[in-house]
Each structure stands twice: as C-alpha cells, then as structure tokens.
C-alpha cells in the first residue's frame, strides 16, 4: 500500500502550529511570500504573475504533497508557510524492488520571512517528521537544497538530518550558473533515537 497524506487525521497541532493539508484556496497566501526574492532565490519554479503561479502549482501536483502551516492570530489563524511531502521509491535491486515501494519520504519548505527565527519552521519540520515515521511508517527522509541556502541547511540540522553528500556543481539555479548541492538524510532508527529523554 502506498503511504499517503490522506492517511493522516488532519489538522495536527503543535505548541504553537497547526497543520493542515494544503487546498487551492490557501495560493494567494503562499503566492504572497514566495513571490519575495528572498524566497524565489531557492524554490523550484519563480514566476512572474499569481495566474502562472497558480497554474504552474496545480499542474505539478504539489497541491497534493503540501501542508500548510499556520499560526493563530488575533484575526484567526494564518498561513505563515508550507512543508512539502513528498511519498516515493527507494532503490531496490530487482527480486525485493516491491519492498522498497513507498517507504521514504523527500521533504523541502517555504516559509514567510516576516515570521523567521523564531523556531516556527523547526517546529513545523520535526513535526512532519514524526509524521513520516509515526503515521506513514517511512524508513527514511531526505532533504536537498543549494550550498548557498544557509537557512535550509540549518534547519536540516537542526531537526536532526545528517549530511550526506556535497554535490559539486549539481543543480542549474535560474541565474544560470551551476551550484553546489547538500543531501541530507534521517533514518526511522535516528529520528527515534534523538526523541529518546
């Protein structure tokens, strides 16, 4: 069976999050702050208007691998950024390749600068985390980004990620030069044991 986000009994609240899928309506929000060039820099596609935005999200499906992550405000609750999470394959030799399906998960984020350093996408991460190896029963997640994407790497570390490689040269930003990569990666066994008093 294939592990899915439908799987789980959303919302889920943390300390100070909830979480929740993400669905068509919550684009102008993410639109909002992934439009900043501060965010644009680092995520996969950056386009010009909110309709190609909104086509470009729906037609790759994210709409279905995205949570939403919110806060609670004196007007209601808002939507401060997304974690994406994203089910797949891991390699298997050809007799046991039927076992290697749907056990691990690729994760990346998006976060509304306004509300960075104060721990929220820490917090919203582990959480995600812990749905990965609690609710969807993955072995593994992983995480990629650019060298020069200081914050995500942090909070790859920071929740406990290890560094897997260092990809030189692997990754076409839109300026047009070629970039250096970092893989990370946790195992259900890491992860448990980090969570350990």
């Known amino acids: 069976m294939t592990a899915s986000l439908a799987e789980v009994r959303w919302p889920i609240t943390t300390a100070r999050l909830t979480l929740r899928r993400l669905v068509e309506q919550d684009l102008e929000a993410t639109w909002s702050y992934r439009r900043l060039p501060e965010v644009s820099e680092w995520i996969t596609a950056a386009p010009e208007d909110f309709e190609t935005y909104k086509t470009q999200f729906l037609e790759s499906g ?3 691998r995205d949570i939403a992550v919110e806060i609670e405000t004196a007007q209601g609750p808002r939507l401060i950024g997304t974690v994406m999470l994203y089910v797949k394959d891991a390699w298997g030799q050809r007799e046991v390749v039927e076992q290697a399906k749907s056990v691990e998960a690729e994760l990346g984020w998006s976060f509304n600068p306004q509300f960075t ?17 609690e609710d969807l029963k993955l072995r593994r997640v992983v995480a990629e980004c650019f060298t020069a994407n200081v914050p995500s790497f942090n909070l790859m570390e920071r929740v406990g990620m290890r ?10 930003h839109r300026s047009g030069q070629w970039l250096d990569g970092y ?15």
Not at 163 to 172: D, N, T
Not at 184 to 192: F, R, S, V
């Open 62 to 64: 994210k709409i279905d």
């Open 163 to 172: 560094r897997e490689s260092h990809q030189k040269a692997s990754g076409l």
């Open 183 to 197: 893989s990370y990666a946790i195992l259900k066994d890491e992860w448990a044991q980090r969570r350990r008093p």
């Open 117 to 133: 350093g104060q721990g929220y996408a820490t917090e919203a991460v582990s959480e995600v985390l812990r749905i990965c190896f």
